[in-house]
């Protein structure tokens, strides 16, 4: 499960590209994103390739593991695009012969021509993103597309040759019931075949947003939390009796579709954000892009912002508490391996205190191998309070 694949001398890298551009901004995204004309997206696709080929330089010795391209939605620009991008980074860079390649899309946004460009471009995995089966829902959530439009989609992507394939779901929506998110649920549960891999998150009223103003004057109207939680606890019921297993807090895959970028992140795997607003973690030193795009189109090898080299105590809180996101949890080798003393030596009174009140729990991966520390089934459900106590006052 999210195993690496690497030996310590090959160094993985993991490659994302921001592309900013949609249809319609939904009502409740605060992504770094908006509609834009056909030039815009061009001269930003250049400045793009323009990055890829200037930094590539720097990261000799790296071979990139996976290549990620989020939004946005990625699948508004001509698929063409996504095919010289992917040139360009195996023209410059080491990339791996299973190498995972992502593209996000919305439903309608792409069809068998441009699924076409993808497959032929080495894209091996897309990530749809439905939010719900119920067409008033995806209304209320500004989406610009219906059920019926990700069916056609889906089936599209499965006749082009794509048998990895996420979909994304959302819950707790304004006006979203337990049992209208059932039906979500079994709608997607019905396709045939099955999604490789699901991601299933309850919706956060972002500031900023249309969502947070209409909060703020008392006109949304939102699933209490009882009800959000039972919508939680029906997702994971659900999905594992369908046999998809969860590898992540919010993630579940069928046996061998964990996505392997998403891993690497909760596993601080080197990787490097291209286009405005990436971010970035390389040899334990965080920055992003800025997210001037007139800046960027300007110099797009000159906007990195914000760069932070983590202490190792930085190192050891990120390590807990991104690691702990994953149910197979944080290795006790990994840890000794990666600072040099043993993860009880550091966190020994926490570790102590969670197992005790039933939060955390030691078990071995594989059965007879490395001890792991993970979050129990209680511990998932209260996750943010286990991890806030792995970080240093």
């Not at 069809?111 to 719900?132: E, T």
């Amino acid at each position: 499960m999210c195993g690496t694949g690497y030996g310590m001398e090959e160094k993985p890298l993991e490659l994302y590209f921001h592309i900013p551009f949609c249809v319609k901004k939904c009502l409740y995204c605060d992504f770094l994103s908006a509609p834009t004309d056909p030039g815009t997206r061009e001269a930003y696709l250049r400045a793009l390739l323009s990055e890829v080929e200037g930094r590539a330089d720097e990261y000799r010795g790296y071979r990139v593991s996976s290549v990620f391209f989020g939004g946005g939605t990625p699948s508004v620009v001509e698929a063409a695009w996504i095919g010289r991008l992917l040139d360009a980074v195996r023209e410059r860079f080491l990339v791996s012969g299973d190498v995972e390649i992502t593209v996000e899309v919305n439903p309608g946004t792409v069809d068998a021509k441009s699924l076409g460009v993808y497959r032929r471009a080495g894209v091996n995995r897309l990530s749809i993103g439905l939010q719900s089966a119920l067409d008033r829902e995806l209304a209320a959530l500004g989406r610009i597309h219906s059920w019926g439009q990700f069916l056609s989609t889906y089936d599209a992507a499965v006749q082009g040759g794509f048998d990895n394939i996420n979909v994304d779901l959302m819950s707790a929506l304004p006006g979203q019931t337990l049992a209208s998110y059932g039906e979500t649920l079994s709608r997607v549960l019905s396709l045939h075949p099955l999604p490789a891999h699901i991601s299933a998150y309850s919706l956060i009223v972002e500031e900023g947003t249309p969502f947070f103003e209409r909060r703020a004057r008392g006109e949304l109207s939102l699933p209490d939390e009882e009800c959000d939680r039972r919508m939680y606890e029906e997702t994971e019921r659900r999905l594992l009796e369908a046999g998809f297993a969860r590898y992540e807090i919010s993630n579940y895959a069928r046996t061998g579709y964990e996505c392997r970028h998403n891993c690497g992140y909760w596993r601080r795997v080197d990787y490097i954000g291209f286009g405005i607003g990436a971010a970035s973690l390389f040899q334990n030193v965080r920055f992003h892009n800025g997210r001037d795009l007139e800046g960027y189109l300007r110099a797009p090898l000159d906007c990195r912002e914000d760069v932070e080299v983590l202490t190792e105590r930085e190192q050891m809180e990120e390590f807990l508490f991104l690691g702990l996101r994953m149910t197979r949890g944080v290795g006790e080798r990994d840890f000794l391996e990666t600072f040099g003393v043993p993860l009880a030596e550091v966190y020994g009174p926490v570790i102590r205190r969670n197992l005790a009140d039933g939060l955390l729990c030691w078990h071995r991966v594989p059965p007879g191998g490395e001890r792991y520390l993970a979050l129990t089934k209680r511990g998932l459900d209260l996750s943010n309070y286990v991890m806030s106590q792995f970080l240093f006052d």
